[in-house]
């Protein structure tokens, strides 16, 4: 069993559609959950980190963490083409593990 | 601020030799990953190293290698180049002292290309 799991997709969403990523993990132990984003050919660049259960809220992004389910969420609201990435979901324990991403793809 | 600096950007380099990549954190930043990148595999963990010890090691042969200077600079050293090691190789620096509660932020990468 992989440390973190998500969906790789692809997923396609209308342009203004909310876009809703997942990601599980493992390792109950984990106190540090992030968002990643990376474009074709460049480096993950940060979106969101959440510590805390609940929802974290930075502009069109949301970050859900469900520490009993191990269970994050990242939600895109009125989704862009320039949303178009791979997003990535980050555990952090005793060390980071990563996803291997979940590819968006928004459509016009 | 300036942001983490890895170089070169691009190599190419034939079986067999040796490379080394650098990496320049995050000012203030004493915390340097080491990630490699590749198509199939996603990201996978090198090393880190904080205050000039290495602090995790991931899963890769001894052929792969890296070290921390004192002005937390950080190089990794692949021996004995294969054709499986063509990849992305990616740095992250952290403010992170004693845990992993702190964002990595990533640099450009290094593309490596073994012919």
């Known amino acids: 069993q992989k440390e973190v799991e998500q969906n790789s997709g692809p997923l396609s969403v209308p342009e203004g559609a909310i876009a809703s990523l997942n990601c599980t993990y493992s390792?109950?132990?984990?106190?540090?959950f992030f968002w990643y984003r990376q474009y074709s050919g460049k480096s993950p660049e940060l979106i969101m980190f959440?510590?805390?259960?609940g929802d974290k809220e930075d502009g069109r992004f949301t970050a859900q963490l469900n520490k009993a389910s191990q269970y994050v969420s990242l939600l895109i609201r009125d989704s862009q083409p320039s949303d178009s990435a791979t997003y990535l979901c980050a555990v952090a324990g005793n060390q980071f593990y990563f996803g291997t991403g979940t590819s968006l793809t928004v459509i016009p | 601020k300036a942001g983490v600096t890895q170089t070169p950007r691009y190599l190419i380099k034939t079986r067999g030799q040796q490379v080394t990549l650098s990496c320049s954190p995050i000012s203030g930043h004493r915390s340097v990953s080491w990630y490699q990148q590749t198509p199939g595999q996603g990201l996978q963990f090198l090393f880190e190293y904080f205050s000039e010890t290495q602090r995790n090691k991931g899963n890769f042969p001894g052929r792969f290698s890296g070290r921390q200077f004192s002005n937390s600079r950080s190089e990794m050293n692949v021996s004995t180049l294969e054709l499986g090691d063509s990849a992305l190789y990616l740095c992250a620096s952290s403010s992170s002292t004693g845990g992993y509660n702190s964002p990595l932020h990533f640099g450009n990468g290094t593309r490596l290309t073994v012919t």
């Open positions: 959440i510590y805390s259960n």
């Open positions: 390792d109950r132990g984990s106190q540090s």
